[in-house]
């Protein structure tokens, strides 16, 4: 499938096959793409919260109001972030780097997000919602449907899945074999009305 069909045809499904399962090769080749997908500085700061235990997904949806992908999709990925991984050994994002870009970039992720709290929530939005469409266009060229998601209780979640402090969760993505078409689509703004050429 190229990109444009995926786009094009990916649509945010409500009802999975709840019998359905992904094979491990699968869900790592679909987390391998989503690990590709671009972070500022390349300080991957998204981590994927894949949730497994089906007790877990009952206690989810409890908190999510009751929406049956919760329990039902083939995956649900808790997409959460990291807000402080630009102070976190920093020089790992750029091993392979060579010398003098290592120089320049290692030092110039402290100096950007020291100090700014609202740019490091910011972008762990940007990280996570990057990431998100990625997941879900892999996802469709492999076959599977998905639902990006955030109508639940983020807080309750939080404490769920143990939640580290200095982290935020972003959306939950479900993935799996859809069993009912999508809704038509609710109507497309026109594009004069939001390509804006240059300037408001």
């Not at 950007?112 to 469409?133: F, L, N, P, T």
Request: aromatic share 8%; proline share 4%.
């Amino acid at each position: 499938m190229d990109v444009a069909t995926a786009i094009e045809t990916r649509r945010s499904f409500k009802t999975y096959d709840p019998d359905h399962r992904m094979t491990e090769a699968e869900i790592d080749k679909l987390m391998s793409l989503a690990m590709l997908a671009p972070t500022a500085f390349n300080i991957q700061n998204w981590r994927f919260v894949l949730v497994r235990d089906p007790e877990l997904r009952s206690e989810i949806r409890k908190v999510a109001w009751d929406q049956a992908q919760v329990t039902d999709a083939s995956l649900l990925i808790v997409l959460c972030a990291d807000t402080k991984s630009w102070e976190k050994d920093t020089a790992r994002y750029w091993r392979n780097a060579a010398q003098p870009i290592q120089e320049f970039m290692v030092p110039a992720i402290v100096q950007y997000y020291a100090g700014r709290d609202q740019v490091q929530r910011d972008e762990a939005m940007r990280s996570c919602g990057i990431a998100a469409m990625t997941l879900m266009l892999a996802a469709r060229e492999m076959g599977y449907d998905s639902c990006p998601m955030d109508g639940f209780d983020f807080e309750a979640v939080g404490k769920l899945i143990n939640l580290p402090q200095d982290h935020v969760i972003t959306m939950m993505t479900a993935i799996g074999k859809a069993t009912q078409e999508a809704w038509p689509r609710g109507g497309q703004l026109a594009m004069n009305e939001v390509v804006i050429n240059n300037h408001f």
